[in-house]
C-alpha cells in the first residue's frame, strides 16, 4: 500500500525517482494551478497537511527571537516544513531542498522566503528614500531587480512590500515604507508587486510579494515599535488600508500579518481584518502568513492565555501559515479534536501553500532557482548597478539652496568633506539590506577623490554618528578653514532605523550638530548632505547652514548619484514622500489632517495652536527644489458643474523660469469642503512628472474621476455626496495655486 501511494505521489508531482521533469513554463492558469493542488492535498495526511503551514528559519540572519523548535532538518523529512525563511544561496537552497525531494514521504518543495526590502546585492534607496523620486517605473525597477537577483540566489518569496502609511518619524520601520500618504503609497505599492512578481509567477526571475504589515502597523502609538495603535473605522479604511488593497487589486499573493493590535484586537488574530476585509471583502485569493511569532505574541498581549488559544485566535480569524511561532504545529490537531477548526479549514489553508508552490513552478522543478552557474553571473550586473545609481539621484531631495551654492564647479580647489558619513560603506546600505556588502559600496569620499583628485579632498571624520565625542573637532574645523567648500555628511547611521529602531529625539544624533553649526561659522559655502532614515528636525542647521541635501541612505552606488547631483551633472527632482517637523513636539503631523471648529491662527488665541512654534511643519509633504524655478498658472477647469458619472479635467500650465533644465513633479490635491463627516483640508489625488527646457512651458492635465471625490459617510458607505470642492496644483502640498466646483 505504502509503495502505491509513493508512486502516485511521484506521478502527480511531476517527480521520478531517478530524474526531475523540467518545465521552463507551468501551465499557470487558475484553475488548472487548483486542480494540481487538490490533487496533491487528497495524498496528504492530517500531520502533512498541518506540516505546510509552518515556516522556521534558517541559520542565515535572524530577524526576530528565535523560538524553540524542532530540529529543521529532521522536520523537513517529517513533512512538517512548508516553508524556510533566511536560507541563502543557491547551492545551500539547493541542499536544502534535496532534503524535502528526496527524503519526505510527499516530496513537497519548500518555499524559501527572505527580506528583499529595498535589493538583494545591488542595494537601492531605502523604500522611503525611493519614494522620494516619486517615480512608479523607478519603483517597479528596483523591484524587479531585487526579485531577479534573489531568485538567482535560491529564493522564491520577498516579505516586501511594506505598504504601511507611517505619520511618526520617531517610528523606526518609517524607512521601510512609502512615507505619510496612500494615494503616493498606493500608487508605489502596486509598482512593487509588479515589479516582484512580473507578469508571471513561472518566470525564473520573479518572486512572491507580501504586502505587510497587514495592518494598522504605522500607527504605533508614540512611535514606539510594536506598540497599540487605535483608530476609527473611517481611519483605518481612508487612510492604512487603501495600500494594501491596491497590492490585492495589483495581485500580490501573499499577506502579512502585523505585531500591533488594533482597537483591541492584535491584527494577527483580528477576524475583521483578514477574515471579512481580506478574504471575504476584497476575495483574496492568495496566502497570509503571521509575523515572526506574532501568533504566540498574543499571549502577553492579553488576549490569549496560552498558545492553544492564540492558535486558536490565528487560525479562525485566517492567518495560514505560522511563521516560527511553532503554535499551529503544536496546537492545531488539539483545536481540530476539540471542534474549534474544522479540516475544511486546513484543507482551505494549505490549498492557498500549495498553489503558491504550483505557481513558482517548484513541481516542475524544485531546483529551477537554485542555480550556481546562474546565480554568479547575475548578481551585481553592471546595468544592476547603474539603476541603482539613477534610483538614488531621483531620490534625492533638495530641501535648501540659499545664493546657489549648489551646483559645484567641478573645477573647485578643495572641499573640505567632513562627517561620519562621509566614508561609511556600510552605513549607505542601511536597515534591510539584503545580501549586500559595505565593500561594493563607493562612498561619497570615495567619488569625490575620482572626480576631483584625492589631493583636492580634505577629509576629516570630526565625529561619530551618535556619541559625545569632540576629539575630531579640530581637525574637522582645520579642514573646514583650509577649504573653499564645506561638505557636511551627517546624519544617522544605517541602523539607526528599521525594525525596533524608535527614537524619542529625532535631532541629528550625538555631536553632528554642535559641529555643522562651528563650520557653518565661518561662513564660507556649504552643503549639508544628510543621511537618514526618518524625517529629522533640522530647525537649527536650516537657520544657518546655506544648503541642505536629503540623501536618505542611498545604497551601494552612494557616491556616484551624490557627485552627479552635487556637481550638477543631474538636477535634483526629489519631493519629500513625508512631513519634516519643526518640533517633535509637533508629531504626528501630517499634510492631510483635519480641521477644527477654531483653525490654528497664531494671532488668536482660542485657535488650534502652540504657544512656542508655528503650527506648520519645517518642510511640507510633496516639498523639493531644483535648480531651476517653475512657475504654475492658468488652473482651468473642464466644468464648473459636474456630475459624478464625468470625470472632471484639469489643466495647468508649467513654465520653467529658470536657467537649466528640470524635471518638475505636478502634484493635484482636492478638498471635499463640507462632508457627512469631516473632510481632510488637502488630500492628494495625482502627479505627474514633467521635464522642461529652460523656458519652456507645458500644459499638464488630471482626470478626476468619481472614486478621487469618495469617502466613507456617516453610515460607514463608501460614494459621493454633493457639493462643493477645491482644487489645488502645486509645486508641493503647500505651495500651489486653486479653483473650484460643485458635484451634483
Known amino acids: 500500500m505504502k509503495k502505491i501511494i509513493f508512486l502516485a505521489a511521484m506521478s502527480i508531482l511531476g517527480i521520478t525517482a531517478c530524474k526531475t521533469v523540467v518545465k521552463e ?350 546565480e554568479s553571473q547575475t548578481l551585481l550586473k553592471p546595468e544592476f548597478l547603474a539603476e541603482a545609481r539613477d534610483a538614488a539621484r531621483k531620490s534625492f531631495v533638495l530641501l535648501k539652496n540659499e545664493n546657489q551654492v549648489l551646483p559645484l564647479n567641478i573645477s573647485v580647489k578643495s572641499v573640505a568633506l567632513i562627517g561620519p558619513a562621509a566614508d561609511a560603506a556600510d552605513d549607505m546600505i542601511g536597515n534591510w539590506s539584503g545580501r549586500g556588502e559595505g565593500k561594493h559600496v563607493i562612498t561619497l569620499k570615495k567619488e569625490l577623490e575620482t572626480r576631483l583628485g584625492a589631493g583636492k579632498v580634505l577629509y576629516a571624520k570630526g565625529a561619530n554618528f551618535n556619541d559625545s565625542d569632540k576629539s575630531g573637532f579640530a581637525a574637522a574645523m582645520a579642514a573646514a578653514r583650509r577649504a573653499d567648500i564645506i561638505i557636511a555628511a551627517c546624519g544617522e547611521a544605517g541602523m539607526m532605523s528599521g525594525e525596533s529602531m524608535s527614537r524619542a529625539d529625532i535631532s541629528i544624533p550625538g555631536v553632528q550638530e554642535e559641529l555643522i553649526l562651528e563650520m557653518a561659522k565661518l561662513g564660507k559655502p556649504m552643503v549639508l548632505v544628510l543621511f537618514n532614515g526618518r524625517p529629522l528636525i533640522l530647525t537649527k542647521v536650516n537657520t544657518f547652514v546655506p544648503a541642505i541635501l536629503e540623501a536618505w541612505i542611498p545604497g551601494t552606488m552612494t557616491g556616484p548619484a551624490l557627485c552627479d547631483v552635487l556637481f550638477g551633472e543631474y538636477n535634483p527632482s526629489g519631493k519629500l514622500p513625508v512631513t519634516f517637523p519643526y518640533s517633535v513636539g509637533q508629531i504626528p503631523i501630517y499634510y492631510n489632517h483635519k480641521n477644527s471648529g477654531r483653525p490654528g491662527s497664531q494671532e488668536q488665541k482660542f485657535t488650534s495652536r502652540y504657544l512656542d512654534v508655528p503650527n506648520d511643519p519645517l518642510f511640507p509633504f510633496g516639498y523639493g527644489l531644483s535648480y531651476t524655478q517653475f512657475a504654475y498658472n492658468n488652473l482651468i477647469l473642464s466644468e464648473s458643474i459636474v456630475s459624478d458619472i464625468h470625470p472632471l479635467e484639469v489643466r495647468v500650465d508649467i513654465k520653467n523660469t529658470g536657467l537649466v533644465a528640470g524635471t518638475e513633479t505636478v502634484q493635484l490635491y482636492i478638498r471635499d469642503l463640507v462632508g457627512s463627516v469631516t473632510r481632510p483640508v488637502k488630500e492628494l489625488k495625482g502627479f505627474t512628472k514633467v521635464m522642461l527646457k529652460a523656458g519652456e512651458v507645458q500644459t499638464v492635465s488630471f482626470k478626476v474621476a468619481k472614486e478621487d471625490l469618495s469617502f466613507y459617510n456617516r453610515e460607514g458607505v463608501w460614494g459621493t455626496e454633493p457639493g462643493k470642492f477645491k482644487v489645488f496644483v502645486g509645486t508641493n502640498s503647500q505651495n500651489t495655486i486653486e479653483a473650484g466646483f460643485e458635484l451634483k
Open 25 to 374: 513554463t507551468p501551465d499557470n492558469s487558475e484553475k488548472e494551478v487548483m486542480k494540481k493542488a487538490d490533487s496533491v492535498l487528497a495524498l496528504m495526511t492530517l500531520d502533512e497537511k498541518i506540516g505546510q503551514l509552518n515556516q522556521f528559519s534558517g541559520d542565515g540572519e535572524l530577524t526576530g527571537p528565535v523560538a524553540l523548535r524542532p530540529d529543521l532538518l529532521q522536520s523537513i523529512r517529517d513533512g512538517k516544513v512548508g516553508s524556510m525563511l533566511n536560507i541563502n544561496g543557491a547551492d545551500y537552497t539547493r541542499k536544502i531542498q534535496k532534503i524535502a525531494i528526496e527524503e519526505s514521504r510527499l516530496k513537497i518543495p519548500l518555499i524559501f522566503g527572505y527580506d528583499v526590502i529595498h535589493g538583494y546585492k545591488t542595494i537601492f534607496p531605502i523604500p522611503l528614500g525611493e519614494a522620494a523620486s516619486w517615480d512608479i517605473e523607478v519603483a517597479e525597477r528596483s523591484a524587479r531587480i531585487g526579485a531577479t537577483e534573489a531568485a538567482a540566489a535560491g529564493q522564491h518569496w520577498t516579505f516586501a512590500p511594506m505598504v504601511d502609511i507611517a505619520r511618526d518619524p520617531r517610528w523606526g520601520r518609517i524607512m521601510e515604507g512609502s512615507g505619510e500618504d496612500p494615494y503616493l503609497g498606493s500608487r508605489l505599492a502596486e509598482a512593487r508587486v509588479k515589479g516582484f512578481q512580473g507578469k508571471n509567477l513561472a518566470d525564473i526571475t520573479t518572486i512572491l510579494a507580501c504586502a505587510k504589515h497587514y495592518a494598522g502597523y504605522g500607527n504605533a502609538q508614540a512611535g514606539r515599535d510594536y506598540y497599540t495603535t487605535d483608530m476609527s473605522d473611517n481611519t483605518l479604511r481612508e487612510i492604512y488600508l487603501p495600500p494594501f488593497k491596491a497590492a490585492a487589486k495589483a495581485g500580490v499573493e501573499t499577506f502579512m500579518s502585523a505585531f500591533n493590535d488594533l482597537n483591541g484586537v492584535p491584527a494577527t488574530g483580528n477576524k475583521y481584518l483578514i477574515h471579512d476585509i481580506l478574504k471575504t471583502e476584497w476575495a483574496f485569493k492568495g496566502m497570509v502568513v503571521s509575523d515572526w511569532g506574532s501568533i504566540s505574541e498574543m499571549i502577553p498581549h492579553g488576549i490569549v492565555a496560552n498558545k492553544y488559544e492564540a492558535g486558536d485566535l490565528a487560525f479562525n480569524a485566517g492567518v495560514d501559515m505560522d511563521m516560527e511561532g511553532n503554535v499551529y504545529l503544536t496546537e492545531m490537531k488539539n483545536l481540530l479534536k476539540d471542534g474549534n477548526i474544522t479540516e475544511a479549514q486546513i484543507d482551505e489553508s494549505v490549498r492557498r501553500v500549495l498553489r503558491l508552490k504550483f505557481l513558482l513552478g517548484l513541481f516542475e522543478d524544485p531546483y529551477r532557482y537554485s542555480n550556481t552557474e546562474r
